[in-house]
């Protein structure tokens, strides 16, 4: 069946050929045949073994086999086979090794009548005395190669290669076709996996869990052997490995290291993938970070970048030497970057949750505690803003794509946390540059914008009557927009079986002062009597988990706005807050 590469280039001897002119009748069936299992069978390798069926009755071939080429090895592994040996399951060979090799290497295909006088041939079963070999060709590229043996010396013909030719090109199509449905399943399932993922993520606060998750759900997806996650400490210059998800409980290997001597070092220096062949040669012995398997041999280590800042690596192991193709390394890429942004989105909220603790436990903040508060209670929205975004956003989008903006919103209001801070000093009066005019219906939309996922899973609906013309307000917008995140929230938090939000616009004239009134009115069981008259109190909070600081620092931020917020009316049946804004 098989042989060696420095054979000579022999054509096959000549042999009994149809006359020219006639028509092989075995062809059209044969070919009908092999054409049909396109809708008989989505399973590649059941395909197979049915094509080598229908050659070789086709053919009245003693045996058969189908080898295809193994991309990480670059040899020809027989797939299936018919009338060979068991053993012929492990038969791999080199480029131009046999006729199968040679057949592969040289893109033609061979006939040998008499296979004991072909210097190439590789026996593989005794009785076989010819062989034909064909490759599967798709454009240009071999595949494999299909072969045929007779127990007869001479007992396949000119026509009888004609026809394994048109075989095996049909058989070519048919698997091409059926390898690229798998394929397209396969990276729908990885799409779905990684929505899955990220939402999954989301919800995880807690540093810790949140690892293990991506570890888990990494080594689950792309089906490797392990997988790791490396946090790199740019001040200390060392890399942690914070979590490890491995079929082997010896695995977890030294849990701190320095950089220099850490698998992660190359992809965090170049911020790039880096893939190694074999992690058990020698220079690998020195990285003390690597997880202590020894049936581990490649990995592919992926930079977990958020805003230009390299937090970490995660890196997939396999058990077999692997080439990782460019859609194992795209996989790898997005789950690193849900892993980076998750991450980040964690260490966030455990600030917030810090600050919120050391209120709840000092009821008499000094003035400057009070600023304090604000900003931890400022920072708690956008960061509630970014984990909804991202439970929606994939990970790369068209021009006119709408999720794009999602993208954009995200780096606004990661700007604008930076910006609270120097706001501190200017507590009472945010400073005049940062106002500028818009139109209420403007800010009011973005604001929906920020909320809609969170509506959604509250199953919320939402109905905004936008003003019959333009209103223009002169406002800092991020401190409106954070007024209005703050009444929406405490809505939704005040229906947790869902209910309706509207809001609603109108105008006012004082004199010369023309003012906008924008109500929000919510279907919630409405605000206890008791706290009716003290809801903008400092510290006077409805929830457990409240802060009492929400509707206070409206409250400041509108009166430096020269505007307003009240309560409008609250009952069994709903409640409407009032904000008041001066028209520009």
């Known amino acids: 069946m ?19 002119g006639t028509f092989d009748p075995r062809t059209l069936p044969a070919l009908y045949r092999i054409s049909s299992l396109i809708g008989r069978t989505e399973d590649p390798r ?80 005794p009785e076989i005395r010819a062989e034909m070999a064909v490759p599967m060709e798709e454009n240009g590229q071999i595949l494999g190669v299909i072969n045929v043996d007779s127990d007869v010396t001479g007992g396949f013909t000119d026509p009888d290669l004609q026809l394994l030719t048109l075989c095996t090109q049909e058989a070519t199509a048919v698997m091409t076709r059926l390898w690229q449905l798998r394929q397209l399943r396969g990276k729908a399932r990885q799409l779905e996996t990684l929505i899955t993922i990220g939402h999954s993520l989301v919800s995880k606060i807690e540093q810790q869990e949140l690892f293990d998750t991506v570890t888990r759900d990494a080594r689950q997806v792309t089906q490797c052997r392990a997988c790791a996650l490396y946090l790199y400490d740019d001040t200390h210059q060392i890399v942690l490995l914070a979590s490890l998800s491995s079929n082997n409980p010896a695995a977890p290997s030294t849990r701190e290291s320095p950089i220099e001597t850490s698998l992660a070092a190359a992809a965090i220096h170049t911020r790039k993938q880096i893939d190694f062949a074999n992690i058990q040669s020698p220079e690998f012995f020195d990285l003390v970070d690597l997880p202590r398997d020894d049936s581990l041999r490649s990995v592919l280590a992926t930079p977990m970048i958020y805003e230009n800042e390299v937090l970490g690596v995660l890196a997939v192991f396999t058990d077999h030497v692997h080439r990782f193709n460019n859609d194992e390394k795209r996989l790898l890429a997005a789950l690193a970057s849900l892993g980076a942004v998750a991450l980040q989105n964690s260490r966030l909220y455990s600030r917030v949750f810090q600050s919120e603790e050391s209120l709840r436990k000092n009821e008499q903040l000094t003035t400057l505690g009070l600023l304090a508060a604000e900003i931890a209670h400022e920072i708690r929205n956008p960061l509630t803003v970014i984990k909804l975004l991202y439970g929606y956003l994939g990970l790369d989008f068209p021009e006119d794509d709408p ?71 002169d406002v800092h917008k991020g401190q409106i927009q954070q007024v209005l995140l703050n009444l929406l929230i405490n809505s939704t938090q005040a229906m947790p079986d869902g209910g309706g939000i509207t809001i609603t616009c109108q105008t006012e004239e004082n004199g010369p002062a023309r003012y906008v009134h924008i109500d929000l009115t919510d279907t919630g069981p409405g605000i206890p009597e008791e706290l009716g008259t003290r809801i903008f109190d400092s510290f006077l909070s409805g929830r457990p988990d409240g802060t009492g600081l929400g509707l206070a620092i409206a409250k400041r931020i509108l009166l430096s706005h020269h505007g307003d917020i009240t309560l409008e009316a609250s009952s069994p049946q709903g409640t409407t807050m009032r904000i008041t804004l001066p028209l520009a």
């Open 2 to 20: 098989h042989s060696s590469p420095s054979a000579p280039d022999s054509s096959p001897p000549s042999s009994p050929s149809r006359a020219p």
């Open 46 to 125: 059941l395909a197979l073994r049915n094509i080598l069926s229908e050659i070789i009755a086709a053919l009245h071939a003693s045996s058969g086999s189908i080898s295809l080429l193994n991309p990480d090895s670059g040899k020809l592994e027989i797939e299936v086979h018919q009338g060979l040996p068991a053993e012929s399951d492990e038969v791999a060979l080199r480029l131009g090794q046999g006729i199968t090799g040679w057949v592969a290497f040289h893109g033609r295909a061979q006939l040998v009548p008499d296979v004991s006088v072909d210097s190439r041939y590789i026996s593989m079963r």
């Open 403 to 473: 999720r794009r903006t999602d993208v954009r919103v995200i780096g606004e209001k990661l700007d604008q946390l930076e910006a609270i801070v120097t706001r501190v000093l200017h507590f009472a009066k945010a400073p005049s540059s940062l106002h500028s005019r818009w139109p209420i219906t403007d800010i009011i939309e973005d604001t929906i914008v920020l909320i809609r996922l969170k509506l959604a899973q509250s199953k919320i609906y939402l109905r905004f009557e936008p003003p019959a013309r333009a209103l223009v307000v």
